[in-house]
């Protein structure tokens, strides 16, 4: 099932999920007169049965700079949000506000926003047109992990305390700007991809890294476009998922093992430019170039479960999974966003099985009926 859920004035570039039902979107127009503004805006997901409906919380502008990559931490009751701000990193930090209401005779409760707009760092040191590509928070906030167009990976305390502040470790294998970036939930490790066409996995903690090669010639020569990890149960231990961009624009969806082996491969017949995996580790999205489609699959074994081709008019920016509390009577579910204003709901169903007992009612009736038909008529 896919559904428009709601629609903006900002061409969509990155999103996140936070609070169990509220998600925000970032992008812009860029510093160019076009009209189009830049920033961020902030929506509750309301489900009242099978209706999903949005309602926007708050919308903060950027300036002049479009946010192209951001991730968001939660704290206490403060919200921080890291956006790329040119060759910076620009922090906001969203305080939790709770505000009466009063609709149809009751009086109640809704979360609003305050935000305010903090400190800066400068990620990228490109002497070309340096850009933070890409910023990653590590699950418990303490740490984060930045990419740009100089090809390094940065890792740096957070929050964001003032523009002197300088990175813990830097990492330096890329030869090209960094297109994508992910930590592991424990903080340890960092997967990395780069317009070099490389993949690197990282330890935080030795300092030492490995690459991602495929153990076919031919499909060696995939760019690699995006990079996830993917939780194994309870286990520390982490999958890796890629999609790569190869020759006659085809790509693939990968599953690596802890130790850089390649266990599945699955074959798209456009190229791929998003990629979400599940908290858990059960689901995986893949959103397309060309016609704009959004895929889920199967972690386990990159099964396809839903597809749906066109979902959006132009290629897929980003996709994030709803919390799963929120959709309790689906399989799974995805929200996927574009440079076509629109965000989108992509949901499976969850299958229901017969209670035991009605099915036995069921065979007992069907053995009934086959005995009227042979010994009766």
């Known amino acids: 099932m896919s559904q428009v859920v709601t629609t903006t004035n900002l061409p969509m570039y990155s999103i996140q999920t936070f609070l169990k039902n509220y998600i925000l979107v970032a992008g812009g127009g860029g510093s160019s007169k076009t009209g189009i503004t830049n920033g961020f805006e902030v929506f509750k997901i309301n489900r009242d049965g099978k209706t999903i409906s949005t309602t926007k919380v708050i919308r903060h502008d950027s300036g002049p700079n479009v946010i192209m990559n951001c991730c968001t931490n939660i704290n206490g009751n403060t919200i921080y949000i890291a956006a790329n701000e040119n060759d910076s990193c620009r922090q906001y930090m969203a305080d939790i506000v709770i505000e009466p209401t009063f609709h149809n005779g009751k009086a109640g409760k809704e979360i609003n926003f305050k935000i305010t707009t903090g400190s800066s760092v400068i990620t990228d040191f490109s002497e070309d047109e340096p850009s933070q590509r890409i910023v990653k928070i590590n699950y418990d906030g303490n740490l984060m992990v930045t990419g740009g167009t100089d090809g390094c990976i940065r890792l740096w305390n957070f929050p964001i305390v003032n523009s002197k502040d300088i990175p813990l470790k830097t990492y330096k294998s890329h030869t090209k700007e960094i297109d994508d970036i992910d930590v592991s939930p424990d903080g340890k490790f960092i997967v990395s991809v780069a317009k070099d066409g490389k993949a690197y996995h990282w330890n935080t903690v030795t300092n030492v890294h490995s690459p991602l090669i495929h153990p076919d010639p ?51 017949s456009e190229p791929t430019s998003a990629l979400a995996v599940r908290e858990d580790g059960l689901y995986i999205a893949v959103g397309t170039m060309y016609s704009g489609s959004v895929s889920i699959h199967e972690a386990s074994n990159l099964k396809m479960i839903y597809n749906i081709k066109q979902a959006h ?65």
């Open 218 to 268: 031919d499909n060696a020569k995939q760019i690699f476009k995006r990079c996830k990890f993917g939780v194994i149960g309870n286990k520390p231990i982490y999958n890796i998922y890629t999609i790569a961009n190869g020759p006659k624009q085809k790509s693939y969806l990968q599953r690596w093992s802890e130790n850089n082996k390649i266990i599945y491969e699955l074959l798209f």
């Open 313 to 377: 008019a132009m290629f897929v920016t980003g996709l994030e999974f709803l919390n799963k509390d929120l959709m309790p009577d689906m399989k799974t579910a995805v929200l996927s966003i574009s440079v076509d204003n629109r965000v989108c709901l992509h949901s499976v169903p969850s299958i229901k099985l017969v209670p035991y007992w009605k099915m036995l009612i069921i065979i007992h009736f069907i053995l009934i009926l086959f005995y009227f038909i042979i010994f009766i008529l």
